[in-house]
């Protein structure tokens, strides 16, 4: 009888040095092999020890459960919500310190050309529920002059003026816990980037060859991407537009009425042609008080380097063909013919 209990007990010691033996290489001595791949693992909010040493099982991840709560429990570790890059054949010890420090998950956001600061505004707020439309409206209005130390750029907003035109669209992307000066920032700066990737030097005065500023020539921009699509005829159009602020033309850019009304219109109505606002380049000879979209690189090179022509006028068909004519007759003969 004694000899058997002897027996059992050194079955028993053998068992637990092995196990204690298993335990101490996975915990501390296990490395993942030269070709292991990075496996995504993430983890809910809320989610217990239980729950997550599981799913570390069914992905291969670790080999026992019970080595992993142990581990974890007597290292006192904190699990954090949130994803995860792992590799099979790591140690417990490499795991658990990765599982304690979360990496903020990531969106995409893409942002179309000629899109307004409210339209972005309303793509940022949907993809990050952090940002309130407030918050994004505060940042990018008037108040937003006070980014001003992001960038020189914006060193010439005028007065009552806000971040409309310096928002570049791009595709970016985000940690979702960004707030919205974050967004707006990074926004400004990759318009920044952009245009000296293109060899556009701003002036220290900020004022260009022929006259205009940069917040002027932003504000051209922005008409141009929205009147047009093709990067040749936005270069067409942007000249039609020098040469009427040159002989003291209105621009007569359907596109401003349109960012007044929130229409979105190839052309628009007698009445709204006659609205009273500073914005209406119907009413108002010259640009108007600021960008009316967020142009992208297409329409910002067109403007800088606009094509010359005897062009005075221009339609877009509803197939986003541009009809030019030389003279009011041809316009209204256009009109006719390609606006029916």
Do not use: C
């Not at 007597?74 to 010890?93: C, H």
């Not at 995409?108 to 309130?132: D, F, R």
């Not at 159009?237 to 009427?244: E, L, W």
């Amino acid at each position: 009888m004694l000899r058997l209990i002897g027996i059992i007990l050194g079955i028993l010691l053998i068992v637990g040095v092995v196990v204690s033996g298993s335990y101490l290489f996975d915990a501390y001595f296990a490395k993942p092999d030269d070709q292991a791949q990075p496996i995504a693992f993430s983890i809910a909010e809320g989610s217990s020890t239980e729950a997550i040493a599981s799913g570390l099982e069914d992905r291969g991840l670790i080999t026992s459960k019970l080595f992993f709560k142990t581990y974890v429990r007597f290292s006192k570790a904190t699990l954090q919500a949130g994803e995860f890059q792992l590799t099979q054949g790591m140690s417990l010890r490499t795991l658990v310190s990765a599982l304690s420090f979360a990496r903020a998950r990531e969106v995409q956001i893409t942002i179309p050309e000629g899109y307004t600061a409210s339209e972005i505004g309303k793509t940022v707020t949907e993809v990050l529920p952090g940002i309130s439309t407030e918050q994004w409206e505060e940042v990018v209005g008037t108040s937003g002059k006070g980014m001003s130390s992001v960038s020189d750029i914006l060193a010439g907003i005028p007065s009552g003026q806000g971040l409309e035109g310096y928002l570049f669209p791009d595709t970016y992307r985000f940690r979702e816990d960004a707030d919205a000066e974050t967004v707006a920032q990074t926004m400004v700066l990759t318009l920044k980037r952009r245009l000296a990737e293109n060899d556009i030097t701003i002036p220290r005065n900020l004022i260009f060859e022929g006259g205009l500023t940069f917040h002027e020539m932003l504000t051209l921009a922005s008409i141009v991407e929205r009147e047009v699509r093709g990067p040749e005829d936005m270069k067409i159009v942007a000249g039609i537009f020098y040469t009427r602020l040159k002989i003291g033309m209105a621009l007569q850019a359907d596109s401003t009425v349109n960012y007044v009304t929130g229409g979105n219109t190839p052309s628009i109505s007698l009445d709204d042609s006659y609205i009273d606002s500073p914005y209406n380049t119907y009413r108002n000879l010259g640009l108007p008080p600021g960008p009316i979209s967020n142009p992208g690189m297409n329409a910002i090179l067109a403007t800088l380097h606009p094509v010359d022509s005897d062009y005075l006028y221009f339609l877009t068909t509803p197939e986003g063909k541009v009809i030019y004519s030389k003279t009011f007759d041809e316009h209204v003969a256009n009109k006719y013919q390609y606006l029916k």
